[in-house]
């Protein structure tokens, strides 16, 4: 494929824009600082190369697809389309005091990391039907609490309007835009079965047009899978859709190896307006 290829060439030639490194040995501050400004300045021609590749492949899409370059759009759903409202270490202290829940916050964040990256039972899905299983062993822990109301209430808490925010404040209005266009889309989450009833009470199912969630595709990013999924329920095919979400290793490698476009939430945009505009589509305030 162009696309893969291309990509490929601008990382080659990024790498051998910043390669030159420095010599072995001591050095005067005089050649540490001239050292320095070259690598400033191979750093400033390998932006710039990659800039160049970006509106080449840009341009590129818009020969085969015309001015908007995408059929579908598909979006991450924690981390890009929605994020907790208040820190989940924070929630799972407030409501875990009254059962005696003693760790600070971060305690309880250093927890939670730690066992959510490990292994989930030496299954490759940690998130199977309403999840709950995984659920009682992170709260358990993270909090050191294995009470069984104690988990409900977080459970229950955690698929409220209360618990979750918009991203972005103007997302129905460009997802609006984005379908009046034609473009298709679709959420791509890591989730369980909660996903779709959380998208209802958020008022922003109506804003897709499918719904991969990995509990029901029984298929984890970045597990090409899912996305492959998520092009079968729209009905494009992988290099005619772009993914935006906000880890590189999940939703852009993911994405990639599924043979679709990927945008980096945070990095490469920062806004659905913005997306909306890359891939060729006008946002006004009544659309």
């Not at 710039?48 to 590749?53: D, I, Q």
Request: glycine share 8%.
């Amino acid at each position: 494929m162009a696309a893969p290829a291309l990509r490929s060439a601008v990382a080659r030639a990024r790498a051998a824009a910043l390669s030159g490194g420095r010599w072995l040995g001591s050095s005067s501050a005089a050649e540490t600082e001239r050292e320095r400004e070259r690598g400033r300045e191979k750093e400033e021609e390998g932006a710039g190369w990659e800039l160049a590749a970006a509106r080449e492949y840009y341009d590129y899409r818009k020969s085969i697809y015309g001015d908007v370059t995408h059929r579908a759009l598909l979006v991450d759903a924690v981390g890009t389309l929605v994020v907790p409202a208040q820190p989940t270490a924070q929630v799972y202290k407030s409501i875990g005091e009254k059962y005696g829940v003693k760790y600070s916050e971060d305690e309880i964040l250093m927890r939670y990391r730690r066992a959510y990256e490990q292994p989930w039972g030496g299954s490759r899905l940690r998130y199977v039907d309403d999840g709950r299983p995984f659920w009682q062993h992170i709260v358990t822990s993270s909090t050191g609490c294995s009470d069984a109301q104690y988990f409900e209430e977080l459970y229950q808490y955690f698929m409220t309007e209360e618990a979750w925010k918009l991203c972005d404040p103007d997302a129905e209005n460009v997802f609006k835009a984005l379908r009046k266009s034609g473009v298709k889309t679709a959420v791509v989450s890591n989730f369980d079965t909660r996903l779709r009833p959380l998208l209802q009470t958020l008022k922003c199912d109506h804003w897709f047009d499918a719904v991969a969630v990995s509990a029901e595709v029984a298929a984890e990013k970045p597990n090409p899978t899912i996305f492959l999924k998520a092009c079968e329920f729209l009905g494009v095919k992988p290099e005619e859709a772009v993914h935006v979400g906000d880890d590189r290793r999940n939703d852009i490698w993911g994405a990639r190896d599924a043979g679709c476009d990927a945008w980096l939430w945070g990095s490469d945009v920062h806004s659905f307006k913005e997306v909306a505009e890359r891939i060729g589509v006008e946002v006004t305030n009544n659309s």
